[in-house]
T-cell receptor
Framework: ETGVTQTPRHLVMGMTNKKSLKCEQHLGHNAMYWYKQSAKKPLELMFVYSLEERVENNSVPSRFSPECPNSSHLFLHLHTLQPEDSALYLC?????????????FGSGTRLTVV | GENVEQHPSTLSVQEGDSAVIKCTYSDSASNYFPWYKQELGKRPQLIIDIRSNVGEKKDQRIAVTLNKTAKHFSLHITETQPEDSAVYFCAAGASGGSYIPTFGRGTSLIVHP
């Protein structure tokens, strides 16, 4: 792993289930992000955290609930999802929100909602 | 907000040829332009970036050019190899506040041996 670890790698869940995605970064970064990647679409920003404080919620439905207990960990809690929520969910981190040194992405969680 | 257009969506080349991917952006305040490579089943990885105070940056076989007047920037890959096959994403954003880049839709590059 290159510093941003996501678990699980694959997840299949029913529409009535509750599950959580986990992201951990070992880079000392202060900003963390959740992105949704669907086929044929641009990367969709979902949430942004800076120093454990949510700074952006990009009009994401309430069935997605983020949590950032500290600057190294980020969770995405899922409940009553829809089949169209099936996608690759990518976590990323960066030094902070101001310094432009690019993102380090995790490997993603491939989510399938059945 | 920023709008980033990326073309082409698919690019097929023969090994050894050059490949060029172009992005345009709308916000003249954007000043940081990274490029990411995502191989099949893997994470996106930053491969090169450019800031608005330079017009070109090169790293071995890859180069990025920026035209601030026309608001476009391009990725150039020379002497392509099969391992260059991947999806490439451009992004644009502005520092000076909260920098959160806008990504292009991606270009699927296929290099045929």
């Amino acid at each position: 792993e290159t510093g941003v670890t996501q678990t699980p790698r694959h997840l299949v869940m029913g529409m009535t289930n509750k599950k959580s995605l986990k992201c951990e970064q070992h880079l000392g970064h202060n900003a963390m992000y959740w992105y949704k990647q669907s086929a044929k679409k641009p990367l969709e920003l979902m949430f942004v955290y800076s120093l454990e404080e949510r700074v952006e919620n990009n009009s994401v439905p309430s069935r997605f609930s983020p949590e950032c207990p500290n600057s190294s960990h980020l969770f995405l809690h899922l409940h009553t999802l829809q089949p169209e929520d099936s996608a690759l969910y990518l976590c990323a981190s960066s030094q902070d929100l101001i310094t432009n040194y690019g993102y380090t992405f995790g490997s993603g969680t491939r989510l399938t909602v059945v | 907000g920023e709008n980033v257009e990326q073309h082409p969506s698919t690019l097929s080349v023969q090994e050894g040829d050059s490949a060029v991917i172009k992005c345009t952006y709308s916000d003249s305040a954007s000043n940081y332009f990274p490029w990411y490579k995502q191989e099949l089943g893997k994470r996106p990885q930053l491969i090169i970036d450019i800031r608005s105070n330079v017009g070109e940056k090169k790293d071995q076989r890859i180069a990025v050019t920026l035209n601030k007047t026309a608001k476009h920037f391009s990725l150039h890959i020379t002497e392509t190899q099969p391992e260059d096959s991947a999806v490439y994403f451009c992004a644009a954003g502005a520092s000076g506040g909260s920098y959160i880049p806008t990504f292009g839709r991606g270009t699927s590059l296929i290099v045929h041996p």
